[in-house]
């Protein structure tokens, strides 16, 4: 007799970014309805998602993550009306002008929200996603989704599936694949209890355009400066590679130049070296640093957004035990970008970045 040989179904499935099929959407719901784990492409990075309203679902998402249990999740909506049934009050002002899209905001909760969701919390961080997958999801499910960035706690997010694979493997009942996100990094987190309302974590939607729209907000204390201990995903070992980060901020040509003799320096001691510079730095920088990743042109910080995550996983498989990072100006996308990297900085994680 031939003995059968079950087939282990695989977690992660193609789906199609601007046209989920339905069937695949289907199946997520599914398991969303029965405590179940999905991973799912937002525009920032993937999420790990479950029934925002289920405990035992919850519990899931800290458990695979490793996060601590007094960090907070970020409830995805599908509409406004959802996040109304979520929330004590909710001034929807600033929903109607960015939603759907990469904003979370932070009212206080309702009291059916569960405490494992919000920490313990008053306060409850809503956000509605464009993505379509993401969207869909919401649609069919009918659930508010509680999601998490889909890391391990202190790992760069993961902008691609295979990121999510690589961190919380099977423990995912089902990874939705929709390629790379478009923004790379996280969505902008305002504190709309606070008066001004203040950003908690910037993000896709900038620190001007917020002010555009409803005048000054401020900037947590943590942001892009020393990082708090306490504040909620204020942690220090946020968005980390395993290997050293240091960076390097001013004009282009003095930190190419500030590069090459740290570059050298490194070098001289044997340490591997990563870069992550743009394209006008190569010519200088490529005889002497082991691994070159480019964001793009100087400027281009949107695009330095959306490959900072990817390139900090690739330059730890490579080897590298301290990465060089251009710092881009507090402006625009480049105030997330910068307060990702000063995070990455200020915690050397392992045994590889000690040099
Ligand atoms: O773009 C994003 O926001 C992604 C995608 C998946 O939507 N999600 C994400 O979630 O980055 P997470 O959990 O990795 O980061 C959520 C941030 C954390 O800094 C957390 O502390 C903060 O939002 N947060 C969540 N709930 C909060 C609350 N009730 N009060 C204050 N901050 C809160
Ligand atoms: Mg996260």
Redesign the pocket.
Known sequence: MIPTVAKKSSNIIKINPDFPQRVHIQRAATLLRKSGLVAFP?E????LGADALDKAAVARIFAAKQRPNW????V?VRDIAMARSLAKDFPATLAEKFWPG?L?L?VEKAAHVPDEV??G?P???L?M?HHPVAAMLLAEAGLPIA????NKFGRP?PTRAEHVLEDLGTSVDLILDAGPTLLGV??T?L?LTQSPPAI??P??VTREQLEAAIGPVTLAPSVADEVAREG???SPQHYAPLARVELFEGAMDDIANQMLARAIELRNRGRHTGAIICDEMIPLLDKTTEFISSFGKWGEWDRYAKRLFAAFRVLDAQGAVVILCVLPPGEGIGLAVRDRLQRAAGSPRSERGKS
């Open positions: 937002t920032t990075v993937y999420g960090d907070p999740l970020i995805h990469p979370t932070v919000t920490a919390r306060n409850v961080a956000r996603p999601a998490p960035s889909a997010s996280e969505s987190v504190d908690l974590r993000g896709g909620p995903g204020m």
